[in-house]
């Protein structure tokens, strides 16, 4: 499930002030299927978004696994060939299931692990009747250089497990994306480049 894409609506802010020859600060409104999502070019050229809230309650992000107190499901076991992996769930305007480890070892390596073999156990999981997509370490598990929802939801499964600040750098294989989680308003910004690498024409 996919109603909104962070990298897309950063390259396509960038796009328009490129396309518009905007110098300085710009902000936009696009609307997604997730909702209306607010881009910011920066004086320096990279690209702030207003992601909104993350979603933390379990029938809304969707899973059927069992819910805290507070509805969300924060270091909850889930299953997957024997092994029990702990799972936080958020959702961005689409599901990530976010994990550091197994309750046997929390120091596992990404390298280490048969990604290809594994992510579509996790995304295809019956606990998760819209699908998933399954990060760990801000990796994510299913074939991409950078997800904004990705790097998002991993910030905010780190704050609620205790392992990281609400302002941090995410390192993904297409370059790192700083993300913060501010307390005030519940809402998450992200912030990167985007660069214009060719421009093209399709007949339709």
């Known amino acids: 499930m996919k109603n909104m894409c962070g990298n897309g609506v950063?390259?396509?802010?960038?796009?328009?002030?490129?396309?518009?020859?905007l110098q300085g600060k710009y902000s936009f409104k696009i609307h997604t299927g997730a909702g209306l999502i607010i881009p910011e070019i920066q004086e320096?050229?990279?690209?702030?978004?207003?992601?909104g809230e993350p979603i933390l309650k379990a029938s809304d992000v969707p899973t059927r696994l069992p819910a805290n107190k507070d509805q969300s499901v924060v270091k909850s076991g889930l299953d997957v060939d024997g092994v029990t992996w702990n799972v936080t769930c958020v959702s961005m305007g689409n599901p990530h299931c976010v994990t550091f480890g197994t309750e046997g070892s929390q120091n596992m390596k990404v390298d280490e692990l048969m990604l290809a073999d594994i992510g579509p156990k996790f995304e295809n999981h019956e606990v998760f009747p819209a699908r998933t997509n399954t990060v760990r370490f801000g990796?994510?598990?299913r074939a991409t250089l950078a997800c904004g929802t990705g790097a998002c939801a991993v910030v905010v499964a780190a704050v609620l497990e205790g392992r990281a600040e609400r302002n941090c750098t995410v390192d993904l294989p297409g370059g790192p994306l700083q993300i913060e989680w501010r307390?005030?308003?519940?809402?998450?910004?992200?912030?990167g480049p985007a660069e214009v690498v060719f421009y093209g024409s399709v007949p339709l």
């Open 183 to 191: 307390e005030e308003n519940n809402h998450i910004y992200m912030t």
């Open 139 to 141: 990796i994510l598990l």
């Open 44 to 51: 320096d050229g990279k690209v702030k978004v207003d992601m």
């Open 10 to 21: 950063r390259c396509f802010a960038r796009f328009i002030a490129e396309l518009e020859n």
